[in-house]
C-alpha cells in the first residue's frame, strides 16, 4: 500500500497534541480544547483520538469495546476501543476513542512486548482511517493526543516524532510548568521542526514558582513567533468533591477568552493551509519561469502542488477534478517520486539522518570560505570519495556546486593539462571528443561540449567545439537484450548483436576475447584520424559512462566505451607530439585526459559505487553530484589525477585553476554528503539490495547465493516485468532497466527524438493514478524525455514499492 498522506480535508481540522514530557497536562488540556470547540462551535462535531494508551483501562470510566474491522491492508485484528477518563467525564458531545490499550503503566513499547504490535505503517493506517471516518460536508475538529513526551516510544519502538511524521498534522505542543520544563519545552519543539512538523501553538499550565510560561512566552515569541498559552492549573483534588471542582474547571477555562484565541488560531491557520495549497498552482503559473519548459503550453491545471514528501513519496494536491472545494475527499495523495527529483534522490525525502548532518553543520559552521582553509566536513568527504572509487589515478578533489558547474571544472583541467602536454599556445582552439547527443549541463563551457542539439541550437553564443561519435546502443526487445549499431557508423562497425541476459552485454572480457570490439577499434580510429588530419586538436575525452542521461535515457554498449577509451589511451602520438617527454606511470594520463561525466550516472544510481566499473577502464577525471547529498542539497566534486593536478603547478598565479564559487565546499553540503555516502556503503555492506540482485541472478538461471551489488549487473525493477515490457511490440520500441533506472522507449510517429509527444499519454495516465484497497488514491509523478519515460526509484525504495509502480505502469501502457 502506497505511503499514508497527510490528514488534510478542507472540512476537518485535524491537530496533533504534543507533550513537551510526560505528566505535563496533555489529556486535561486537550479535553479544554475540546470542550471549548463543541461549545464554541456546537454546530461543528468535535472528536478526541488516543493512537496509544498505556495503564489499567478500569482507570478509564465509561469505557466501552466495540469490534472495528478495517479494509484489508489498513488493520487485521479487532481493536479494543477504549476513552480517556477527562474526556469520558468532561467533554459531553465530544466523540472520543482509543485505538490500543495496553495495561502496563510503561512506555508503549514496553508494554507492548509479546502482544503483537502494530508496525507504524499499520498504526498510522488505522490513525488514517478513524479520520477519514470522522469527515463530513460541514467543518469539525479532531484532537489527536500522543503518548508521552515527543521522543516517548510507540509501540514499535519508533520514537512518536518519527512515528507520526507522514501524517503532517498541525501540532499543539503541550509545554512543562515543572522544573526543567523550559528545556523540555524548548527541545522538544526543535525536534519536532527539524522533522517538518508545523507547530501552531504552545499550550501549558501557568506556574507561579518557577516562571516557565513567562520566559517560554517572550523565548517563543521572539525566536520562532509562535504564540504561548497559559492556562490555571487544575485545581487540588478533593476525594469528596473532584468531579464537582473538575467540571467548574473545565468550565471556566474552556470558556476563558485565551482558549478561544488559540481555537479561532487553529481555525484560521487551517483554512489559510488549504487556500494556499489551493491557489499556489495559479500563483505559479502568474509568478514563476520554470526549467525545461515552454510556458505557452503549460496551464495552471498542469502544475502540481506538493505540500511535502518523505521516504520514496512526494505528497501531492489532488486535481479539482478528483477533490472539489469543501469536498469530504482528502486533499492530499501519495506520488510516487518516479524521477527520483530530477535524479538526485538516493536516501529518501526527509532522510532524517541528512537533515541532522545538515543541522549539525549548519550550528557548528554556517558558512565559511574555503580557499586556503580546511574544515573537517570537507576534508572527510574528499578522503571517503577516493577510497570508495577506488581508482587509482585519481589524487585530488575539487569541490564546487552542481553537476554542470563541475564538468566546467572538469573541462578546464583536461584542456589545460592537453595544451601543457602538447605546447599549444593559449589562443589554440582546443575541442573534446565526446558522444553524439550528449548533455553534460547548461553552463556555456559544457554546453560547448555537446553537438548542436535541442538543448542549445538556439542559444545565441553556443559554439560546439568537438567531435561527436556515434555509438551502438542496448534495448530488450522481445525478451532480447539487443546491440544496435546505428547508420551514422561505418558499414565496417559491426552488425546488431542479441544477447539473452543484459548480464551477458556487460561480460566486456569474454566480448573481448571473441573480438567483438575490433569493428568499434576501426570505427574510433578512422573518425579520429579524419579529424586530427584536419588539423583540429583536441585535448579531452569526455564521456557519460553507460547511460546518457538527457539525451533520452539511452544504454550505451559498454563495450564500445571501454574500446573508445582504451583507443584513446594507446595511441598517444595521434594527437600530438609530447613537448615535455619525462618519466610517466601508470597513473598519468596518455593521448587526451579521460573525463568521466558520472553527475547522473554515479554513486549507486546503475547499481554500483562508480559507474566506470561497469567499463573496466579509470578516468583520469571524474565528477560526482546528485546523490552525492542523498538529493538535499546542491554539491559536486570533481576528482582529478596527479599528472592532471601538476599541469597547473607554476611560479606565475595566474597559471592556476582559477576557478570558485562562493559556496565552494559548503560545510552543510560537505556534512551531509559524509552522511549520504555513509549510509549507502552501509547499505551495499549490509545487502539492502539482495532482494533485487537475486530477482535478477534468478531469472537468468544463476545461483543464489550472496553477491555484493558492486559485482554484479542488477536492477530493482523485476526482469519479469521488463520482458512483458518488451513484448508489446505495437507501441514499445525497447526498454532497459539498470541499478534503480528503468527506460521505456515508445514507437513514435512524429519522429521521436526530444520534441516527440510519443510518451505523455502514459505519463498523465501515471498521474492520473489509481485507488488502494482502503480507497485512497495515489499515483506516479514522472517526466519524459520526449519519445521516452523513464522511472526511478531511490536506494531505498522497498520491493513492494516497485511492484506497485510497475503493476500501475504495466496498465498504464494496455491502456
Known amino acids: 500500500m502506497p505511503a499514508i498522506s497527510p490528514l488534510l480535508w478542507c472540512s476537518l481540522r485535524v491537530h496533533q497534541v504534543f507533550g513537551a514530557n510526560t505528566d505535563v497536562g496533555k489529556t486535561v488540556l486537550s479535553s479544554i480544547l475540546c470542550r471549548a470547540s463543541s461549545k464554541v462551535w456546537p454546530q461543528e462535531p468535535t472528536a478526541y483520538l488516543k493512537p496509544v494508551s498505556t495503564g489499567p483501562d478500569n482507570e478509564a470510566d465509561h469505557r466501552f469495546q466495540k469490534n472495528c474491522v478495517l479494509p484489508s491492508k489498513v488493520g487485521r485484528w479487532k ?13 459531553t458531545g465530544v466523540s472520543h476513542k482509543t485505538l490500543f490499550q495496553y495495561d502496563q503503566a510503561v512506555s508503549p513499547h514496553i508494554a507492548a512486548k509479546g502482544k503483537k504490535p502494530p508496525s507504524d505503517e499499520e498504526l498510522l493506517g488505522t490513525i488514517y482511517y478513524h479520520a477519514s471516518q470522522r469527515v463530513t460536508t460541514g467543518f469539525g475538529w479532531l484532537f489527536i493526543e500522543t503518548a508521552g513526551g515527543v521522543h ?20 499543539v505542543l503541550i509545554g512543562d510548568s515543572k522544573l526543567g520544563g523550559i528545556s523540555l519545552t524548548v527541545s522538544a519543539y526543535e525536534s519536532l521542526r527539524i522533522r517538518g512538523y508545523d507547530i501552531e501553538s504552545v499550550l501549558m499550565f501557568q506556574d507561579a514558582e518557577y516562571g516557565n510560561a513567562e520566559y517560554l512566552t517572550e523565548y517563543f515569541d521572539r525566536q520562532h513567533g509562535v504564540t504561548v498559552t497559559a492556562v490555571p492549573q487544575p485545581p487540588p483534588r478533593i476525594p469528596e468533591n473532584d468531579e464537582e471542582a473538575m467540571l467548574e474547571y473545565y468550565d471556566q477555562t474552556s470558556h476563558s477568552s485565551p482558549v478561544r484565541e488559540v481555537l479561532e488560531h487553529l481555525d484560521d491557520r487551517h483554512r489559510t493551509r488549504v487556500q494556499a495549497l ?6 505559479a503559473h502568474e509568478k514563476i519561469w520554470y526549467p525545461f519548459t515552454q510556458q505557452k503550453l503549460l496551464k495552471p491545471d498542469d502544475i502540481v502542488a506538493m505540500d511535502s514528501a518523505l521516504g520514496s513519496y512526494l505528497q501531492t494536491l489532488k486535481p479539482k ?7 469530504s475527499e482528502p486533499l492530499l495523495q501519495p506520488s510516487f517520486d518516479g524521477s527520483a527529483s530530477w535524479w538526485t534522490q538516493g536516501l529518501g525525502h526527509a532522510n532524517l539522518s541528512l537533515t541532522m548532518a545538515a543541522a549539525y553543520a549548519a550550528g557548528r559552521y554556517g558558512h565559511v570560505m574555503f580557499a586556503g582553509a580546511i574544515h573537517e566536513p570537507a576534508l572527510t568527504l574528499a578522503k571517503m570519495l577516493l577510497e570508495g572509487l577506488q581508482n587509482p589515478r585519481l589524487s585530488r578533489v575539487f569541490f564546487s556546486d552542481n553537476g554542470s558547474t563541475g564538468m566546467e571544472v572538469a573541462v578546464k583541467m583536461a584542456l589545460r593539462a592537453a595544451r601543457v602536454r602538447y605546447g599549444w599556445s593559449p589562443d589554440t582552439k582546443v575541442e573534446i571528443v565526446g558522444l553524439s547527443g550528449a548533455y553534460h549541463g547548461d553552463t556555456m563551457g559544457v554546453m560547448d561540449c555537446a553537438e548542436p542539439n535541442i538543448y542549445n541550437e538556439k542559444v545565441e553564443w553556443y559554439e560546439g567545439k568537438g567531435v561527436w561519435l556515434s555509438y551502438p546502443t542496448v534495448q530488450c526487445i522481445k525478451g532480447r537484450w539487443r546491440i544496435r549499431v546505428p547508420d551514422t557508423m561505418d558499414s565496417g562497425s559491426g552488425e546488431d548483436r542479441e544477447f539473452r541476459y543484459l548480464h551477458d552485454v556487460f561480460d566486456l572480457e569474454s566480448r573481448r576475447a571473441r573480438g567483438d570490439h575490433r569493428p568499434y577499434e576501426r570505427y574510433i580510429l578512422n573518425t579520429l584520424r579524419d579529424e586530427v588530419r584536419k588539423g583540429r586538436k583536441f585535448g579531452a575525452l569526455v564521456i557519460e559512462p553507460v547511460v546518457l542521461g538527457a539525451g533520452g535515457m539511452l544504454l550505451v554498449d559498454p563495450l564500445f566505451q571501454q574500446t573508445l577509451t582504451k583507443v584513446v589511451r594507446e595511441t598517444p602520438n595521434l594527437f600530438g607530439p609530447d613537448t615535455q617527454p619525462h618519466n610517466r606511470d601508470e597513473k598519468s594520463w596518455t593521448g587526451l585526459p579521460v573525463v568521466f561525466d558520472e553527475v547522473f550516472t554515479g554513486l549507486y544510481r546503475l547499481g554500483r559505487f562508480a559507474a566506470s566499473s561497469f567499463l573496466g577502464v579509470y578516468p583520469d577525471i571524474s565528477v560526482h553530484a546528485k546523490l552525492l547529498t542523498g538529493g538535499l542539497i546542491p554539491l559536486c566534486t570533481t576528482l582529478a589525477s596527479e599528472s592532471i593536478f601538476q599541469a597547473f603547478a607554476s611560479d606565475d598565479k595566474s597559471d592556476a585553476l582559477l576557478h570558485g564559487h562562493s559556496y565552494t565546499a559548503h560545510p552543510i553540503g560537505c556534512q551531509v554528503a559524509v552522511e549520504s555516502l555513509k549510509q549507502m556503503l552501509q547499505m551495499e555492506k549490509r545487502g539492502d539490495w539482495e532482494w533485487a540482485i537475486q530477482m535478477g541472478k534468478a531469472q537468468a538461471g544463476g545461483d543464489t547465493g550472496r553477491t555484493q551489488a558492486g559485482s554484479h549487473v542488477w536492477s530493482i525493477w523485476p526482469p519479469d516485468v521488463v520482458e512483458w515490457i518488451s513484448q508489446q511490440d505495437g507501441r514499445i520500441g525497447g ?16 519522429g521521436g527524438g526530444y520534441k516527440s509527444t510519443a510518451a505523455e499519454g502514459v505519463r498523465d495516465r501515471l498521474l492520473q493514478g489509481t485507488g488502494g484497497n482502503d480507497g485512497r488514491r ?20 522497498t520491493e513492494d514499492e516497485v ?6 505502469l504495466c496498465k498504464a501502457l494496455q491502456h
Do not use: C
Request: aromatic share 6%; glycine share 6%; hydrophobic share 40%.
Open 79 to 91: 481493536l479494543n476501543t477504549f476513552v480517556a477518563s477527562h474526556i469520558g467525564k468532561y467533554t
Open 735 to 750: 526498454v532497459w532497466a539498470l541499478g534503480s533506472v528503468l527506460a521505456v522507449r515508445m514507437r513514435a510517429r512524429d
Open 278 to 283: 489551493e491557489s499556489m498552482a495559479s500563483e
Open 803 to 808: 511492484a506497485e509502480v510497475a503493476d500501475l
Open 321 to 327: 477534478s478528483q477533490a472539489p472545494v469543501n469536498s
Open 778 to 797: 495515489w499515483n506516479v509523478h514522472s517526466r519524459v524525455l520526449g519519445d521516452v519515460l523513464y522511472l526511478m526509484g531511490s536506494h531505498k525504495t
Open 152 to 171: 516517548s516510544p510507540g509501540p514499535s519502538g519508533s520514537t512518536q516524532a518519527d512515528l507520526y511524521r507522514p501524517l503532517r498534522s498541525p501540532v
